[in-house]
């Protein structure tokens, strides 16, 4: 007899994840945070009530690859365009930087050998800091009033490159981590195919689904043209190219985020059917799958210098390569705290790094944990430092007047 449990696990994850994600927002945290604090409260680590399941593994995969096309769909070229060559290098920094750092934490940790699968884990560990979480900093210079100036320019490039970057990077990884079924030179060759085969895809996809816009304007059938072409750029990164599935719905997004009639309308669409059903399972899904109970006193050391590495790297790396493309100090230590953050891109990678056998289970509630902190703190650094340029300005001026 078929099993209906599924609709009764269904209904409690959106219903908790709903419930602390207001709770969360009240206290000016990210609803992010209250839907992983959900999924670890009904997973092993507290009441065990919800396990995992194939379809909450499946509806998880649907939720993350929707998140990453509207993230596609939401980049802004223009933007890119503007801050030019400034970005370009905070972002690259923004990249490498976490990933030695944050990879060499994981590696002084948990690896005593120099073998090629070691050192892929370390840096799958390392491409999960690698990405920036921009919403929160976004909302954060917007409460200060500092979303319009160079500052807040520049991180909004920074983060859109800064995220490409990685998931291109986390392509390379993931081929890599076949475990010997692929040389480094196929994988690379695969994904130079994947985007020659994206840029293709690009150009008909545009000009058919501009022809489709002009035609049918606002239609719910432009939306549903929009997300099957997704679904199937996933199966063909995935299927074809050993590419990640994420990497191929990011792309999809980036294809028609110069639909400049339909790209707002298909935007809106995809979040309402994303955030309704499939985003709350992906985030309580990690939440099921940090098991607390294993967590040992060598896992709380590893995720203290995790966190120290993950601060300082983004704030190093971005504030140097800020400070060599001619901001003053104080504007590139904003750059570089401004970066610090970590969010949904980070997670995701995560959840990737798990399924391929590149993250320990052991190890993940220390990342999940650190990625969490990441993010709150961000905020509160981000204000500090604006302060401090601002004091610090204040004084100059005062010390002029008084000469």
Known sequence: ????????????????????GILTEKVHLPQVVGAILAGVLLGPSVFGVVGQSDFLIKASEIGVIMIMFIAGLDTDISEIRKTGKAACLIA???????????????????IDSFDRMSVIKAVFVGV?????????????????????TRVGSTLLSAAIIDDIIGIVVLSVVSGLSGAGESSPFTVVLKILLFFVFTAAIGVAAYYLFKYVSKRHGKSRRIAVWALAFCFIMS??????????????AYFAGVILCNLSKSRKFVAKKMTVASYM???????ANIGLRTNLRTVTGSVIAFAAALLAAAV?????????????????????????????????????????GIDAGC??????????????????????????????RRHKKTDIAAVEITD
Do not use: H, W
């Not at 920094?93 to 002084?108: H, N, S």
């Not at 199966?235 to 191929?248: K, L, M, P, W």
């Not at 790297?313 to 970066?339: F, H, P, T, W, Y």
């Open 128 to 148: 999960v800091f690698a990405a920036t979480s921009v919403s929160i900093t976004v909302e954060t210079l917007n409460e200060m009033g500092k979303l319009r």
């Open 235 to 248: 199966y063909c990164a995935e299927r074809f190219f050993g590419v990640a599935d994420i990497t191929g």
């Open 1 to 20: 007899m078929e099993s209906y449990d599924f609709l009764i696990a269904l209904a409690v994850i959106l219903l908790s994840t709903k419930v602390f």
């Open 312 to 352: 300082l790297s983004k704030i190093i790396g971005c504030g140097l390569a800020a400070r060599m493309s001619g901001m003053s100090r104080g504007e590139s230590l904003s750059v570089g705290v401004g970066m610090v953050a970590r969010g949904e891109v980070a997670l995701m990678v995560a959840q990737k």
């Open 92 to 110: 690259l920094f923004g990249v490498f930087v976490p990933i030695i750092l944050c990879g060499g934490v994981y590696y002084l940790f948990f």
């Open 359 to 388: 993250i320990d289970a052991a190890v993940f509630p220390a990342i999940v944990f650190v990625v969490i902190l990441a993010a709150l703190l961000t905020p509160a650094l981000l204000k500090l430092s604006m302060t401090e």
């Open 277 to 283: 059903v499939f985003t709350p399972i992906f985030f």
